[in-house]
Structure formats: structure tokens, C-alpha cells
């Protein structure tokens, strides 16, 4: 059975609030991961679509959330725009590469793009496992140094294979733009060398 209620509490940074149904009744616990194909990050004060069950901690927990409005036949096709994580750090490893191969990137270059994503990578482990404990998170700043300084193929992969950090709008921004910084830094590093 479906219930309606509104977002009361929202701890975007932890990724969990709490919902009360409509015409009050005892609030539920929400988890971000319970939302079905979410298009953009909660706001408190939003209307809700859920089902109640027990979570594994014994909570009132909502299930198969959907915001107000949406139906699972749009959530699908929004789906099919997600952008492909995985594929696009496999596509950036596989460049770096061959830009290696070919004597266009220097070794020392590629030492760090490897190293700097084998890190990367490991944070979003990390993080990821933080945020479904409840513990302390790495810093957003930080995660988008380590892509700044040459660990963004490696953010992609967690992105796409661990399924972190990759719907959260603002951060995604962010994300991209360390990648564009990174790439145009290196670029004018490489021509300047001639």
C-alpha cells in the first residue's frame, strides 16, 4: 500500500530525513537509496510517494519513494539520460593510455593519473561506507582536490561502479569542473613544452 506524506527532515549530506504521512501518524525514516530513480536531490517540505516496511535497524523505514508528481514510466525514461560513469572513466583510463603509448603524455604524467585515481577511488570506497553508517564522511572539498589534481578517471569509476556521488547535482558541477580544470591545465602544460 502506497502512503503520501511530506519530507519533515532532510540531511541531504548524510543522505536521510524523515517523512510524515498525510493527515499525521508517526514520521518514518527515509534513506536517499530508498528513492526510485531520482532525478534530483530531496528538499524538506516535499510531497512523497512511499510504502512502509521495517528496515534492518527495526525502523518505520519508507520504500520505493517517488516524488510528487512522478510515475515510474518517467522515472524510467529520466533514467535512460543518466550519464555513463563507468564507461566514461574506462574511456579516460584507455586515452591516458594511449596518450602514454604514443609519447604524447609523460610517463611521470601518467604515474600520477594512476596513482591519484587508485586514491580517488579508494576515498569513495570510503565515503560510501561512511554514508551507509552513519559516520564521519570525507569532505566534498576533498574529493573534488583529488580530482583536481589528476584523479578524475578514478572518480568516475566510483561514481559509476559504487553508485556515489553520481545524481547529486551540485557536487556533479563541481565534479566537472575539476575534470575541465584538469584537462585544460595539462593541455597547456603539454603545448608549452612544445
Known sequence: MRFAGRLTEWHDEKGYGFVVPNGGGERVFVHVKKFERLRRRP????????????????????MRVRMAGQTAATEQKH????????????????????AAWRGWLPKPAVIVYGFMSVVTFVLYWRDKGAAQENARRTPESELHFVS?????????LAQ?????????ASFQATFWLTVIANVGLMTWWLSSRG
Open 43 to 62: 528538499i524538506e517540505g516535499e510531497l512523497l510517494s512511499y510504502e512502509v516496511a521495517r528496515d534492518d535497524k527495526g525502523r518505520l523505514a519508507a
Open 79 to 98: 533514467g535512460a539520460r543518466r550519464i555513463p560513469h563507468t564507461l566514461l572513466g574506462l574511456v579516460a583510463i584507455t586515452a591516458i593510455a594511449f
Open 148 to 156: 583536481l589534481v589528476g584523479g578524475w578517471p578514478g572518480a568516475l
Open 160 to 168: 559509476g561502479l559504487l553508485r556515489h556521488k553520481s545524481k547529486k
